[in-house]
């Protein structure tokens, strides 16, 4: 267990700094290059208030709707993604939350054992225990993957959409956020029944949740 926290990073970090890459941009680039492929990065850090409110709104209604009330960990997910998993008789789904996947995004590997989910764990709560929500949300929203060697906001919306993140309408940010389930299977341009549906239900819970709007800066 010691060796554990050992080896855990330096979350604090991101208090003062951004990332200058991750665990997935890497793994993406290693496996490119052991396939023979050459894929370029699009990539652009820009600051929360640079990101279109609707797709903070967007984002959070379709991965993490009680992203800004819970600690981390959403259990009734855990709880929904383990019966599922348990009828299904395979691991599918992992009901992870966007603090989660941001632990998982920027430091950890994509294979799924018990010791990466343990490790994601402790990640997970040191960046709820360091960050701010809105901080976390800008780092999430920063390193996403959005398609092939896509990952950002930014970048997201200037490779699909011709335009900066700011300007997204709320629209164009439901498709994006509906491509984040597999977002190098899917691209909104080419919209298939699966995507379709999953961009009518972000757009309806996007309705539900104007009432309470995502901050737009930090406090």
């Known amino acids: 267990m010691l060796s554990w926290f050992m080896t855990l990073p330096d979350v604090e970090r991101l208090t003062r700094t951004n990332p200058t890459s991750s665990a997935l941009m890497e793994a993406r680039q290693t496996q490119a290059k052991?396939?023979?492929?050459?894929?370029?990065?699009?990539?652009?850090?820009?600051?929360?208030?640079?990101?279109?409110?609707?797709?903070?709104?967007?984002?959070?209604?379709?991965?993490?709707?009680?992203?800004?009330?819970?600690e981390g960990f959403d259990w009734e997910g855990i709880k929904d993604a383990a019966m599922h998993n348990l009828e299904a008789g395979e691991f599918k789904?992992?009901?992870?939350?966007?603090?989660?996947?941001?632990?998982?995004?920027?430091?950890?590997?994509?294979?799924?054992?018990?010791?990466?989910?343990?490790?994601?764990?402790?990640?997970?709560?040191?960046?709820?225990?360091?960050?701010?929500?809105?901080r976390i949300l800008e780092l999430y929203l920063n390193v996403a993957e959005w398609g092939h060697g896509v990952y950002g906001a930014e970048a997201a919306a200037q490779h699909h959409f011709g335009k900066p993140a700011h300007e997204l309408t709320s629209d164009e940010a439901a498709w994006l956020a509906a491509m984040l389930p597999s977002p190098?299977?899917?691209?909104?341009?080419?919209?298939?029944?699966?995507?379709?549906?999953?961009?009518?239900?972000?757009?309806?819970?996007?309705?539900?949740?104007?009432?309470?709007p995502v901050p737009v800066t930090e406090e």
């Open 34 to 70: 052991e396939q023979g492929r050459s894929v370029k990065r699009q990539w652009m850090w820009v600051p929360l208030s640079r990101i279109s409110p609707h797709l903070r709104h967007a984002v959070v209604a379709a991965e993490d709707a009680s992203f800004f009330t819970h």
């Open 93 to 134: 789904r992992g009901g992870s939350t966007i603090t989660q996947q941001l632990a998982k995004n920027l430091y950890l590997s994509s294979e799924r054992s018990l010791f990466r989910k343990a490790k994601e764990a402790l990640i997970t709560w040191e960046l709820e225990q360091r960050l701010s929500k809105m």
């Open 184 to 212: 190098r299977r899917y691209d909104p341009l080419r919209k298939t029944t699966f995507l379709t549906r999953r961009h009518e239900r972000i757009l309806k819970w996007i309705d539900r949740q104007s009432a309470a």
